[in-house]
Structure formats: structure tokens, C-alpha cells
């Protein structure tokens, strides 16, 4: 079965520092990656997502991720955070399989916090 | 509508009564899912519609956990004799088409006392 697992819980950092949430997945087969930021009591958001290509995708507010296909991995990464980047932050996948449909059904991590501290 | 709607956004109910749950999703979009998110806890899957198709229920808790689609849009999510482990925030999402990237609601948060 497939899993994604965020290695950090909480991630405190200081602003203006770069930062880097880990994602790791497991599957044996081609995999569509995403990230969501659910701000405090809002819903969730897309971020960016990773369908095949360039591995360096970029998405909104600053926040780039990097497939590894090696290392099945989806690191998300910003080189400058702000104050309002603070926020929860979830990897998902959605597993395509040859020569079926893909349901586009996404397992997520448990999350990992984001505190930006000034 | 310009996004996702999910009502009521807070539901308190007493153990053992049904709920139901409602979510409307953007016009348009044919893939719709049901996700759970417990305090602490990551999301979970819970059911997914797309199109005319048999609805993907592989993720209902129990068979106290129905949902239905009307019309290929609004779908409703039935909690029949509530405990309190169904405590959680109920979010709905909608897809112009799988893998394509989920709009999500704003959810209803459940509280069974």
C-alpha cells in the first residue's frame, strides 16, 4: 500500500531563514506528488504539485519542491520565509498504475507545523 | 459557485443521533471526495465520486457512514447513530478531473458530546 510519510512534525524557524519540510513516499509504481499549507483555521490550499516532467516544481508564495525518484522523496523548500508562511503543511500522493485509471484518491502525511518566529 | 461549500461549518450532536453533511462542489468539476481530519492526525479518505461512476467507498470507518451524489454535483454525507470517535473536521474537495489538483472546502467541524 501506499504511504507518505513527513519526517517533521514541527519545524520552527526564524524568519528570513530557509526552510526545508521533508516528504518521503512509498510506492512501486509512477506516483503524482502534491503539497498543501492549511493556514490556521482555513482550509486547505494547493501549493504545487509534481505530474511528471521538470523535477523542480515551483508553486505559489515562494515554495519550490524536488521529486527524487531515487530516494522517493518530495522535499519542500523556501529560501526565505516570512511571518505568514506559518501554517500546517501536507505531502500527498495519488498513485497511477499502467494501464488503469487513476482515481486521483491522494494519501497524506500526518503534516508537518511551520513556525516562523521573528 | 467560486469555490467549494460546505455546510454547516459547525455541527454539535448528541451521541447516537444521525447527522448529515452537505457539500457543493464547483460547477464543473466531476471528481468529489470526502476526507476526515482528526485532531493531530493527518487527512483521511473516506469516500470519492466521479461522474456516473460507483462511488469509491473503500475508506467508510463503518456502514454507520453512507454519502450520496444527486445530479452529479451536491453530495451529502450521512453519520447514522453518531459516537464520539466521529468527532473530527469533514472536508470535502473537488476535482476538475483526477490528478488535476483538489479545491478543498472549508469543512464542518463535528463535535458528538
Known amino acids: 500500500a501506499q504511504s507518505v510519510t513527513q519526517l517533521d512534525s514541527q519545524v520552527p524557524v526564524f524568519e528570513e531563514a530557509p526552510v526545508e519540510l521533508r516528504c518521503n513516499y512509498s510506492?512501486?509504481?509512477?506516483?503524482?506528488l502534491f503539497w498543501y499549507v492549511q493556514y490556521p483555521n482555513q482550509g486547505l490550499q494547493l501549493l504545487l504539485k509534481?505530474?511528471?516532467?521538470?523535477?523542480l516544481v515551483k508553486g505559489i508564495n515562494g515554495f519550490e519542491a524536488e521529486f527524487n525518484k531515487s530516494q522517493t522523496s518530495f522535499h519542500l523548500r523556501k529560501p526565505s520565509v516570512h511571518i505568514s508562511d506559518t501554517a500546517e503543511y501536507f505531502c500527498?500522493?495519488?498513485?497511477?498504475?499502467?494501464?488503469?485509471?487513476?482515481?486521483?484518491?491522494?494519501?497524506f502525511g500526518q503534516g508537518t507545523t511551520l513556525q516562523v518566529k521573528p | 459557485g467560486a469555490g467549494v461549500s460546505q455546510s454547516p461549518s459547525n455541527k454539535v450532536t448528541e451521541k447516537g443521533k444521525d447527522v448529515e453533511l452537505r457539500c457543493d462542489p464547483i460547477?464543473?468539476?466531476?471528481?468529489l471526495y470526502w476526507y476526515r481530519q482528526s485532531l493531530g492526525q493527518g487527512l483521511e479518505f473516506l469516500i470519492y465520486f466521479q461522474g456516473n461512476s460507483a462511488p469509491d467507498k473503500s475508506g467508510l470507518p463503518s456502514d454507520r457512514f453512507s454519502a450520496e451524489r444527486t445530479g452529479g454535483s451536491v453530495s451529502t454525507l450521512t453519520i447514522q447513530r453518531t459516537q464520539q470517535e466521529d468527532s473530527a473536521v469533514y472536508l470535502c474537495?473537488?476535482?476538475?478531473?483526477?490528478?488535476?489538483?483538489?479545491?478543498f472546502g472549508s469543512g464542518t467541524r463535528l463535535t458528538v458530546v
Open positions: 460547477s464543473g468539476h466531476t471528481a
Open positions: 500527498a500522493v495519488s498513485v497511477s498504475r499502467h494501464g488503469s485509471s487513476n482515481t486521483g484518491k491522494l494519501i
Open positions: 474537495a473537488s476535482s476538475l478531473q483526477p490528478n488535476y489538483g483538489y479545491t
Open positions: 510506492s512501486s509504481v509512477s506516483v503524482y
Open positions: 509534481y505530474l511528471s516532467g521538470s523535477t
